[in-house]
């Protein structure tokens, strides 16, 4: 089992251009979730999908949107990235909802100029 | 590019001292409690948890405490090794919600 798999590993862009971020498990969790980690900073929630069909926001939500297509996988996306969204992005699953275990993915280093 | 680790309160430490890691958290409706590692350019590792019905709970070298009355969690580590280098954080559940709130973090060093 890969667990959760995250692509690009690194990314630049240009203040205004856009991306989407892609997250994929394999352990059949059923809920699913983004972070940013700044420096000196504790993880950030941005969105999280509960279950398959239902997202919901999280702590940062703006500037972001994301779609569950399926149980597996969950993609962020940047519709116009700006420079305070240059971060690291992780994607976590877990088999529940709230207090379960979230298992990490190796995370997205993105850098907007 | 900068690294997490930067800014963060640090704990250096010899190889195979036993190595304590603390985490105050301030809500008291928090319930549930998870440690996290963090190795240089990867993905947050779980090392073990506790719900808040208990005081104590022990793993492979690792042993978690809570004290609900001065809201403490810490980490203890036996016997550190080098490959316990890392970024070590805690999160917490608050009851009624049903996501995990991070903390900052604290990097331990450890040296030979």
Not at chain 1, 56 to 73: A, F, I, Q, T
Not at chain 2, 10 to 29: F, H, K, P, R, W
Request: charged share 15%; hydrophobic share 30%; net charge neutral.
């Amino acid at each position: 089992n890969a667990g959760v798999t995250q692509t690009p590993k690194f990314q630049v862009l240009k203040t205004g251009q856009s991306m989407t971020l892609q997250c994929a498990q394999d352990m059949n969790h059923n809920s699913m979730y983004w972070y940013r980690q700044d420096p000196g900073m504790g993880l950030r929630l941005i969105y999280y999908s509960a279950s398959e069909g239902t997202t919901d926001k999280g702590e940062v939500p703006n500037g972001y949107n994301v779609s569950r297509l399926n149980k597996r996988e969950f993609s962020l996306r940047l519709e116009s990235a700006a420079p305070s969204q240059t971060s690291v992005y992780f994607c976590a699953s877990s088999e529940g909802y709230g207090v379960y275990e979230q298992y990490f993915g190796p995370g997205t280093r993105l850098t907007v100029t | 590019g900068e690294s997490v680790g930067l800014h963060l309160p640090t704990l250096s430490v010899q190889e195979g001292d036993n190595s304590i890691i603390n985490c105050a958290y301030s809500n008291s409706a928090s319930d549930y409690f998870i440690w996290y590692k963090q190795e240089s350019g990867k993905g947050p590792q779980f090392i073990i948890d506790i719900r808040s019905n208990m005081d104590k709970r022990q793993g492979q070298r690792v042993t978690v405490l809570l004290n609900k009355t001065v809201k403490h969690l810490s980490l203890q580590i036996a016997a550190t090794q080098p490959g316990d280098s890392a970024v070590y954080f805690c999160a917490e559940n608050i009851r009624g919600y049903s996501t995990l709130t991070f903390g900052k973090g604290t990097m331990l060093l450890v040296s030979p």
